[in-house]
């Protein structure tokens, strides 16, 4: 994998790390923001990796359906975790630990899993 690669994969883990923290101090709203914007700069990745580069986040979710729906990567938690930040962001929901939880733990799936077909891939 190259290093521009690479690089965003640790932007993509730092994200999901944050994510972490903030809902360890009680921030569950925001660690679902940052969840959501790990998975999506792995998204982007996976895209970049066959020269697509959509110009929104609801253009990555319907690319990544197009190009990856016969991969080995849960889609969904792009989805799920999309929707649940738009509704931290603008509707003020404040979603329960074990709800950002398992928001996290599918997160990092997703980022190993985008890391394995890149590298299969490369």
Known sequence: ?????????????ERLEASALLLDEGFPADATSRAHYGVYEA????????????????GVENQLGHRF???????????????????????????GPS??????REARTF?????????EAG
Do not use: G, W
């Open 99 to 104: 709800r950002v939880k398992a928001h996290l």
């Open 111 to 119: 980022v190993e899993q985008a890391e394995t077909l890149i590298d």
């Open 69 to 95: 729906r016969d991969e080995q990567i849960d889609l969904q938690t792009f989805s799920r975790l999309r929707t649940d930040r738009q509704r931290c962001d603008y509707e003020l929901d404040r979603p």
């Open 43 to 58: 998204a982007r990745l996976l895209l970049a990796s066959r020269e697509v580069r959509p110009s929104t986040h609801k």
């Open 1 to 13: 994998m190259s290093n521009r690669f690479q690089d965003r994969f640790d932007v993509a883990r």
